[in-house]
């Protein structure tokens, strides 16, 4: 994995044969009390580590576009104009940056339902954001999102039920536990497989030492850790690499392990510099 260009909103690497591009949309200010500890309560005592912004964790938000330079596809799409606060939106901006032609990316993969995830299909003027849309992929648990202002899209809606290729070099991975139907996308190239996850992680500098750590927002906080424990497990293997919609952005990144040797924790080695 090579960083080959950057800019202010995005950062794309040469993967084998593949390129990636990480596309800044933004990020959203949360408050701590977001965090759970494996009681179900709220955390007392953020490590040291841990940055605020003010008083709240600054969660990036960070969308991925993969080519082989023939096929494509934009795993999630930002917020769009639906997020309450206005640092975010900004996927349009980035792929215009980054020199990708929106007009001409025919497949989208959904991480899962949330707003910070999907809303991006629509842009800012009600009018579809990727005109050349042939397929939307997102987990079956998920795939009721598409009505309302998403209605338009859902002629398109492909519901994964379970590990399925979406094109010769990426596969979606259930991972249910944040939501029903959260999903990991497995891109391989001829040098290794790059994991592009949701909400699997929220806050980097904290969940990949503590991974028990879990979210208000996991709709099943057990199911979510299982699902986290697996993939960070997973990433320690040779040639793993990690691009995840809340690391910090561009977000793309190598995981080993760390810690006491428990086999519990995990350090985080970024591929590129921060931008935005």
């Known amino acids: 994995m090579r960083l080959i260009s ?17 596309l800044r949309d933004g990020y959203i200010d949360m408050p701590p009390t977001r965090l759970r500890g494996e009681d179900g309560r709220t955390l007392d005592v953020l490590p040291p580590a841990v940055p605020l912004a003010g008083d709240n964790l600054r969660l990036s938000v960070n969308a991925f576009f993969v080519t082989d330079g023939t096929r494509s596809v934009l795993v999630d799409t930002g ?26 990316i025919t497949d989208v993969a959904i991480t899962h339902r949330h707003e910070d995830h999907v809303s991006g ?61 959260h999903t990991v996308y497995d891109v391989r190239s001829g040098t290794g497989h790059l ?41 320690t293997r040779p040639d793993h690499f990690v691009a995840g919609a809340h690391l910090d952005s561009p977000g793309i990144a190598r995981v080993t392990p760390s810690g006491d040797g428990d086999g519990h924790g995990y350090a985080l080695e970024y591929l590129a510099p921060p931008i935005g």
């Open 6 to 22: 950057c800019g202010r909103h995005h950062a794309t690497f040469e993967f084998g044969d593949l390129q990636v591009t990480s």
């Open 121 to 181: 299909l629509i842009a800012p003027d009600g009018s579809e954001a990727f005109a050349g849309l042939e397929r939307v992929w997102i987990g079956a648990g998920d795939a009721s999102v598409f009505t309302g202002r998403l209605d338009p899209i859902r002629d398109r809606v492909v519901p994964v039920s379970g590990k399925v290729a979406i094109n010769d070099w990426t596969t979606a991975i259930p991972t249910p536990g944040h939501t029903p139907g």
């Open 79 to 104: 917020a769009s104009d639906v997020w309450p606060d206005p640092t975010v939106g900004l996927i349009y901006d980035a792929l215009d940056e980054a020199g990708v032609d929106r007009a001409r």
């Open 195 to 235: 994991l592009v996850w949701g909400d699997t992680v929220h806050v980097p500098t904290l969940q990949f030492d503590q991974p028990n750590v879990a979210w208000e927002f996991d709709g099943d906080q057990s199911q979510a850790r299982d699902a986290r424990a697996a993939l960070l497990e997973r990433l």
